[in-house]
């Protein structure tokens, strides 16, 4: 039933489908549903936590297998990594996609900081590794981390709406533009980004 209101509201949005839709496509009882779910709101936010989870374990699992490998090998894998993922599960990523846009009413900015939970998993990794490497960042991280997010979404998108690009000159692509765009920034940059922020 979670995959059918997953793919239901990643297709409609959450205004766009019925808790009626959502039984008929599951073979679920209507009841059986409220018996789960106080609401279709409350079910658009479990499929939203979930698809979330799935993700930000995703990536903390890819950060913790390439720790060890040099930047160009880690940011390919990376990349490719969170791709890989969305493509298999396309519906999860649609719906993380459309989540700050469908949100209920009264909640308007949970949507927002649920996909902002899977951001800080990336930053808390550059803070991190920049650490490690004796050029801390941290404000810096946050910006780095919401960017990249952002390329990635957008390829991952292109991808699934035009699937004749060939996804691994798309990975190639990115990681080589993430990698050499970091090493491009100068310190007095960096410094700069870092005292922007409180």
Known sequence: MLDVAT???????????????IAAESGVRKPAI???FE????????CVEH?????????????AETNDLDLSQRTRRRVAAII???????????????APYSWPDDDPDVGRELRDRLVEVMAANYRRESSAAGKPI?????????????MTEQI??????EPGWE?????????????TGLAGVRPDTWRGLERSHP
Not at 84 to 98: G, N, S
Not at 138 to 150: N, S
């Open 7 to 21: 793919r239901q509201f990643a297709a409609h949005g959450r205004v766009g489908v019925s808790v009626d839709d």
């Open 34 to 36: 409220y018996e789960l």
């Open 39 to 46: 609401s279709k709101d409350d079910l658009f936010r479990v």
């Open 51 to 63: 698809a979330v989870q799935d993700l930000q374990d995703k990536i903390r699992l890819v950060n």
């Open 84 to 98: 890989d993922h969305a493509e298999r599960h396309p519906d999860a990523f649609r719906l993380l996609v459309r």
């Open 138 to 150: 941290d404000q810096g991280a946050d910006v780095v981390a919401r960017l990249l997010f952002a």
């Open 156 to 161: 991952v998108t292109l991808r699934l709406t």
């Open 167 to 179: 996804g691994d000159a798309l990975v190639d692509f990115l990681a080589e533009f993430i990698e």
